[in-house]
T-cell receptor, first 111, second 116 residues
Framework: SQQGEEDPQALSIQEGENATMNCSYKTSINNLQWYRQNSGRGLVHLILIRSNEREKHSGRLRVTLDTSKKSSSLLITASRAADTASYFCARQYSSASKIIFGSGTRLSIRP | DGGITQSPKYLFRKEGQNVTLSCEQNLNHDAMYWYRQDPGQGLRLIYYSQIVNDFQKGDIAEGYSVSREKKESFPLTVTSAQKNPTAFYLC???????????????FGPGTRLTVL
């Protein structure tokens, strides 16, 4: 399957700690995107990283891409209760193909 | 206030009935998408459209139909041929055309369909 894996499936951390989620894929990508979904809501785009980029930042979010290992990670620093959500990576394998979503990581922030 | 809207938020259907889910966007996006999400799972693509009057099947199109008569609207019909339609349905759009498929997608709030 081209979908690859996201891990962990679920993550529970204390408020203030950092959270790291990983996304792997099996064939070369054009770009990779991270989305957040609060329970019962639509997805919200967080960051898009292209195959020629290695790292991007947005506020407390840091995304890295290692094309040699075919993996990406999303780091959320200084977590807050409002970060509780599911996080999905979506891969685009070629510039003409549609993106494919993984099954996500459910993040819970304990107060 | 630009965005993408879906209606209704909750929908109940009897077995054997067709039902249509609405999706409207005022973002002037060319591409629109329909996804299905089952509990605890990711999104699976049902249909997508890159331009008005054109659409393509996604990974799980059987039992669904769409139309794209206007740029702003991409309604999804869940037909009686869909054997397990109870799910959360999400509509999205992205700027286009051309490389639209790889661009950031903007999502609506979703419609939760339950078959009674």
């Amino acid at each position: 399957s081209q979908q690859g894996e996201e891990d962990p499936q679920a993550l529970s951390i204390q408020e203030g700690e950092n959270a790291t989620m990983n996304c792997s894929y099996k064939t070369s990508i054009n770009n990779l995107q991270w989305y957040r979904q609060n329970s019962g809501r639509g997805l919200v785009h967080l960051i898009l990283i292209r195959s020629n980029e290695r790292e991007k930042h947005s506020g407390r979010l840091r995304v890295t891409l290692d094309t040699s290992k075919k993996s990406s990670s999303l780091l959320i620093t200084a977590s807050r209760a409002a970060d509780t959500a599911s996080y999905f990576c979506a891969r685009q394998y070629s510039s003409a193909s549609k993106i494919i979503f993984g099954s996500g990581t459910r993040l819970s922030i304990r107060p | 206030d630009g965005g993408i809207t879906q209606s209704p938020k909750y929908l109940f259907r009897k077995e054997g009935q067709n039902v249509t889910l609405s999706c409207e966007q005022n973002l002037n996006h060319d591409a629109m998408y329909w996804y299905r999400q089952d509990p605890g799972q990711g999104l699976r693509l049902i249909y997508y459209s890159q331009i008005v009057n054109d659409f393509q099947k996604g990974d799980i199109a059987e039992g669904y139909s769409v139309s794209r008569e206007k740029k702003e609207s991409f309604p999804l019909t869940v037909t009686s041929a869909q054997k397990n339609p109870t799910a959360f349905y999400l509509c999205a759009s992205s700027i286009g055309p051309g490389t639209a498929l790889g661009n950031e997608q903007f999502f609506g709030p979703g419609t939760r369909l339950t078959v009674l």
